[in-house]
């Protein structure tokens, strides 16, 4: 089935802090929007622009030529597509279903193979911006499955995306987004200590910013977040406790592939302590805390 003319039946399921966005982003591209959430009043704004509302995940697979996921945990994901009533079994031939959650790889795989047997495709294509990317439409979306799929896709991932890859079959991208992640964890440690280093030593850590922020020091997070950080302004545009699960994830896939992490390892300890101490609903930046400040 190919969703590259006209209007369709689209299902998001999974209205958080990127997927109301990215759902608003589909009913302004013209397409028909059915929508579910465990909340529903995170739906409410949506309806109100034309969404069509469902009661159950399932309801909407049942509904829609494509269905797409954004929820929690793997759980979550598991639930939702492979439990009774739910989206691989009320998906009818032809339909294409496709998890933006970070999730296993492996679980990626498991629902790709059960879906194949009904004749519905699966993609895996988690995101990576944030929710200013989901805000702003410039997510970078890497995806999983198989070329004709993606194909049929790829209108809908553009009104997300700017920066869309196939990375190969089922799981492909779930593995892409965990390199994603794990360059990110150590990064994040990296411009903490390096911002503490500047304030213990008495330099002014914003000018230090303006200095490394352009030489081969420069980063996304640094030049971003290094300056939430110095501000103490600790707002989410990605969770704690999220990023958490993506470590897990990613240190259960490389202990399965026999790799030793060990940067990973630290980052998600020195995170958890940040958790334990009732952080985990802070942005990732709030890993500064752990360093004094």
């Not at 995306?161 to 992640?181: D, F, L, R, S, Y």
């Not at 303006?210 to 081969?216: D, K, L, V």
Request: charged letters at 20%; hydrophobic letters at 45%.
């Amino acid at each position: 089935m190919s969703v590259t003319n006209g209007r369709k039946k689209v299902g998001f399921i999974g209205l958080g802090i990127m997927g109301r966005s990215m759902a608003g982003h589909i009913l302004d591209g013209g397409h028909e929007l059915h929508v579910y959430n465990r909340t529903r009043s995170k739906a409410d704004e949506l309806v109100a622009r034309g969404a069509i509302w469902h009661d159950t995940a399932g309801d909407v697979a049942a509904a829609c030529d494509v269905v797409i996921t954004i929820v929690g945990y793997p759980k979550d994901v598991e639930e939702t597509y492979l439990g009774a009533g739910g989206i691989v079994e009320q998906a009818k031939a032809g339909t294409i279903l496709i998890d933006m959650t970070t999730s296993s790889p492996t679980l990626a795989g498991e629902i790709a193979a059960k879906a194949a047997e009904k004749g519905v495709s699966v993609l895996d294509a988690p995101v990576s911006g944030g929710d200013i990317g989901a805000r702003a439409a410039k997510l970078s979306i890497m995806v999983g499955g198989t070329e004709e799929a993606f194909a049929a896709a790829l209108p809908l991932f553009q009104l997300m995306g700017e920066n869309i890859v196939h990375q190969g079959g089922p799981g492909a991208g779930q593995h892409t987004k965990m390199c994603n992640q794990i360059a990110i964890a150590a990064t994040m440690l990296a411009v903490s200590e390096s911002l503490a280093y500047a304030k213990a030593s008495g330099l002014d850590a914003k000018r230090v910013l303006s200095s490394i922020g352009t030489g081969a020091a420069s980063s996304f997070l640094l030049n971003n977040l290094g300056p939430k950080m110095l501000n103490d302004d600790y707002a989410p545009g990605f969770y704690v406790h999220h990023f958490i699960k993506d470590m897990s994830i990613a240190i259960a896939e490389a202990e399965r592939m026999k790799l030793d992490l060990p940067a990973l390892a630290l980052a998600k300890q020195l995170y958890e302590k940040l958790a334990a101490g009732g952080f985990g609903e802070e942005g990732t930046q709030a890993i500064f805390r752990v360093y004094g400040n």
